[in-house]
């Protein structure tokens, strides 16, 4: 960028500056509307956003699945990424699936959740849906290692 300010204050060409300005609004302006990706959860269902934006520029609409809906939450890597046997990510997401079958997944990225956001969140499930971790995400719990 300094390069490019260095070439137009010897060249005299501010049009360039523009259109650098508004490529750099652009940039910003998509990374802000990509910046969706929630999760939360109350006494009764978790609820979660995915990231990006449909091509009407909409946000995805909510996720929701009831505690009492889920039966499995299952510890994911994701289609592109390799599977690492490290000790300091075991999985790259945890998909939480329902009963029904238009209960869409929910899926609690770890790299988009801190570990003891994503911990406690967890042990809620843990908690309002016994038995429907899966040993990976159970013994990731039951550790003291980071996400």
């Given at each position: 960028?300094?390069?490019f300010i260095a070439?137009?204050l010897?060249?005299g ?21 990509d ?11 978790v609820y ?12 995805w ?12 939450a299952?510890?994911?890597?994701g289609?592109?990424?390799?599977r ?12 939480l ?13 770890g ?7 994503l ?6 499930i ?12 159970r ?9």
């Open positions: 960028m300094l390069l070439v137009l010897k060249t060409d501010w049009k360039g500056l523009v259109f650098a300005v508004l490529l750099f609004a652009g940039t910003l302006a998509i990374e802000w509307l910046r969706s990706y929630r999760v939360s959860y109350d006494g009764e269902a979660m956003r995915p990231h990006g934006i449909t091509w009407t520029l909409a946000r609409r909510e996720s929701r699945i009831a505690f009492a809906d889920i039966v499995a299952t510890a994911e890597w289609a592109r990424s390799p690492y046997d490290n000790h300091f990510t075991p999985f790259e997401f945890v998909q699936h329902g009963q029904r079958e238009n209960d869409e997944p929910v899926s609690l990225v790299g988009e959740l801190y570990g003891e956001d911990r406690e969140l967890l042990a809620v843990e908690t309002r849906a016994p038995g429907t971790l899966d040993d990976d995400v013994a990731w719990l039951a550790s003291n290692r980071r996400f």
